[in-house]
């Protein structure tokens, strides 16, 4: 849960959502994206994040095509394999007039819709073909209109104060309306069509265009849409032709996929769901000054996030390292650098999310750069620890190492406030987040009896990413030429590995407890949690191994992955946002723990029930997370109802659960691919991964399943690189 799920941000889930998750249409480029209904339309329903965004307004909030007065009929809709293009096929129903005659057969006409989005624009065609055997004339309209709602107005918060929005003709073919903010900063939104509409209507939030055509049998015409967001003033008129921009999009995304590095299996389902979550990262990666950053998820979160950002990179690091190398720069270029309660920044400490929109630059909600999340800093450290092993990229690491050692004094000295020994978190102001890890809902933190653990809370998986931290950290300082900070670092590390196994391994429940609370009183619950610990490294293996047994056990494991929370816990509900859900990413995250203490058996098991999850999920594609029942015989999982997708590091976990089984790391420094105990799961035979990249040097490699075993083959190489296999 992110931080607008709180007061005064509450989310609220009505009776009616609109768009379940089978009939969201969504595309994004850049800052804006798009949801649309499978007619290709946009309805206004109150909490529905329908609509054309950009920086978290809805600069499109209406978009109404009919036929003849009525909606047509759908008959297919479907967003293209690679996220460009969303494409709808329509037709007319039978049309009767009032003495019930009829006047028009169904499957007369036939409307293609096409769109996309590309630079703030949304550009749309109908090309509407007759199947009439004589020449007929038909009437279309469409009604459309923006309101310039705040994301957060839509997620349910009751803003003070909103601005007036007003109308106007552009001219025979243009409508524009206008909103006069309260921020100070002008926001239009401009409509344009082409050819010219018969009558052309636009008042208040609403207009409408009319098209008359009189079209031969067999005869087709297009009609181009192109509704464009505006800010500020004088923005010049975006290129209106629809096949131009739709071959400037379809090239920028080729040219930036031909060079990536490729998984191919022998399973077309699961080539279906890594299709689909590479092309879920390459919608959501998004260019900053400071190079691309895959935005958190659509609808509720499109934007930088810290957290989501270092997770996401860490799970596609041996693949796609050049994704931890755009959050690593833009993350330094956000670090806090001074104490400011409100946001709860504190120098050194790196970034929860920023938010551009009008609540959040007038203040009425604290996420403009907003600070209130106590892992993100010690995973920043961990991503520059590990990007650099496995790039040795000296210019990054070098430009950013300057923010490693304030991130570190960040733990020092504000992490560690009380000086325990371990990092915790309190809000600073009421308007923040209650709880700051990954888990940050209001109910995610509590003891065995269900009450809630009083404030600073210090979780048990933060522990292990600063143990995780410390190591990384001192790995690196030596190449910075620091070399006594290495021997400082690695002291730290084993004094909190002692400090943890002493304060957070419980015996009875043969886990480790969620939390310290203020009292310094452990929080006794089963929760994945401690998964995630094992991703660090920070536990003894005997201890590894017993949390392991535990996550694969019934009561945690739910067929489909593991649940956040055991169901023997007193607050566990598979219908939760953290108690009892299942998240993909938290279950990659425990699959590359697996992985890292030899446990190759589960992390086969769990990427199995991931991977079976993906492919009952619409288009393919893993949510943020969905409801942890128990998988049963004929049965896809339950959806939670309003969990992003795609979303950034669930879009990603397919990948590092296979990194996972394969054992794979990349370490550039000796130019090497090392693969431990590899093994592949039942329903793949084999595998090739191709332009996989070492430093300057390149490798494709063929793995193929042997019973309990793999075999690896070097298919081709290009450079100095060698691939060590250790069984």
């Known amino acids: 849960m992110k ?27 850049g800052d804006s994206f798009a949801m649309f209904d499978e007619f290709g339309d946009v309805f206004e329903v109150e909490h529905s994040p ?41 037709t007319n129903p039978d049309l009767f ?8 057969a169904k499957d007369t006409f036939h409307v293609a819709r096409a769109k996309f989005l590309w630079q703030a624009c949304c550009y749309e065609l ?28 839509i997620r349910g918060y009751r803003r003070s104060r909103r601005g007036q929005v007003s109308a106007r003709l552009l001219g025979p073919a243009e409508a524009s309306f206008y909103y006069q903010s309260v921020d100070g900063l002008p926001r239009s939104t401009r409509i344009s069509f082409g050819p010219q509409p018969a009558r052309l209507t636009a008042r208040g939030t609403e207009g409408r265009a009319e098209f008359e055509l009189d ?39 080729t040219e930036a996929r031909e060079q990536a590095p490729l998984v191919e299996t022998s399973n077309n389902v699961v080539n279906g769901v890594l299709e689909r979550s590479s092309a879920d990262l390459a919608m959501l990666m998004t260019d900053t000054p400071h190079g691309a950053y895959p935005y958190a998820g659509v609808p509720w979160f499109s934007t930088p996030f810290g957290r989501d950002g270092i997770l996401t990179a860490l799970e596609m690091l041996w693949l796609e390292p050049q994704v931890a190398r755009g959050v690593l720069r833009f993350l330094a ?78 733990i020092e000295n504000y992490g560690d406030a009380d000086g325990d020994g371990f990092v915790e978190y309190d809000r600073k102001r009421s308007t923040g987040l209650l709880n700051q890890g990954w888990k940050d809902s209001d109910d995610a933190v509590f003891h065995e009896d269900g009450r809630l653990a009083p404030m600073p809370i210090a979780l048990c998986e933060v522990q292990g990413y600063v143990y995780l931290a410390y190591r990384m950290a001192a790995e690196l300082a030596p190449d910075m030429g620091e070399r006594p900070l290495a021997a400082e670092l690695r002291t730290k590390a084993e004094a909190l590995r002692r400090q943890f196994e002493e304060s957070f391994w419980d015996e009875e429940m043969g886990t480790y407890a969620l939390a310290l609370d203020g009292d310094k009183r452990a929080c006794r619950v089963r929760t994945s949690n401690a998964g995630q610990v094992l991703f660090s490294g920070i536990a003894a293996p005997e201890r590894a191994r017993r949390v392991v047994q535990g996550l694969l056990e019934p009561d945690f494991f739910s067929g489909w992955g593991v649940r ?20 993909p ?9 697996l992985a890292r203490y030899g446990h190759c058996s589960e992390a086969l098991e769990l990427t199995s029930a991931l991977f079976d999850a993906a492919a009952h999920m619409h288009l393919r594609r893993l949510p943020e997370l969905f409801c942890g029942f128990e998988r049963k015989r004929g049965k896809a999982p339950t959806l939670y109802p309003v969990a992003c997708a795609p979303q950034a590091w669930a879009a990603v976990a397919p990948y590092a659960l296979i990194q996972a089984c394969l054992g794979l790391e990349v370490d550039c420094g000796a130019c090497k691919v090392r693969l431990r105990r590899p093994r592949l799961p039942q329903f793949i035979d084999w595998m090739a991964v191709k332009r996989l990249r070492v430093g300057e040097a390149q490798v494709d490699l063929m793995l193929r399943r042997h019973d309990s075993s793999v075999a690896v083959n070097l298919l081709g190489r290009a450079g100095a690189a060698e691939v060590e296999v250790m069984l």
């Not at 965004?53 to 394999?81: A, C, I, K």
């Not at 109908?126 to 107005?153: C, P």
């Not at 990413?585 to 723990?593: E, F, S, T, Y």
């Open 3 to 29: 931080a607008e799920e709180l007061a005064p941000n509450t989310v609220v889930i009505p009776g009616v959502v609109s768009l379940a998750a089978s009939s969201r249409r969504t595309l994004k480029h």
């Open 50 to 90: 329908a609509g054309v965004f950009h920086h978290d307004t809805r600069f499109l909030s209406r978009l109404h095509f009919t036929l003849e007065g009525h909606r047509p009929m759908v008959l297919s809709s479907t967003v293209q394999p690679d996220n460009v293009m969303l494409d709808v096929d329509l």
């Open 97 to 104: 007039n009032p003495h019930g005659d009829l006047v028009l």
């Open 126 to 153: 109908f090309t509407v073909t007759s199947y009439s055997d004589v020449r007929r004339k038909l009437r279309l309209a469409l009604d459309f209109g923006a309101d310039f709602a705040d994301l957060f107005e």
């Open 215 to 253: 079209l031969a049998a067999r005869e087709r015409r297009p009609i181009s849409v192109t509704v464009q967001c505006v800010e500020g003033n004088g923005t010049a008129a975006a290129e209106r032709r629809f096949f131009v921009m739709r071959r400037v999009a379809r090239r920028a995304q």
């Open 333 to 410: 270029a956000h670090q806090g650098e001074r104490e400011d309660a409100a946001a709860d920044m504190e120098p050194g400490k790196i970034l929860h999310e920023v938010r551009e929109c009008e609540l959040a630059r007038l203040g009425e909600v604290p996420f403009a750069r907003y600070y209130g999340s106590i892992d993100s800093t010690p995973l920043f450290i961990a991503l520059a620890g590990q990007y650099w092993s496995r790039t040795r990229d000296e210019e990054t690491l070098r430009a950013i190492w300057p923010n490693v050692k304030a991130a570190l004094a960040w």
């Open 564 to 583: 956040t929370l055991s169901r023997r816990e007193r607050r566990f509900n598979p219908v939760s946002y953290h108690n009892g859900s299942v998240w």
């Open 585 to 593: 990413h938290d279950n990659a995250v425990i699959g590359l723990g």
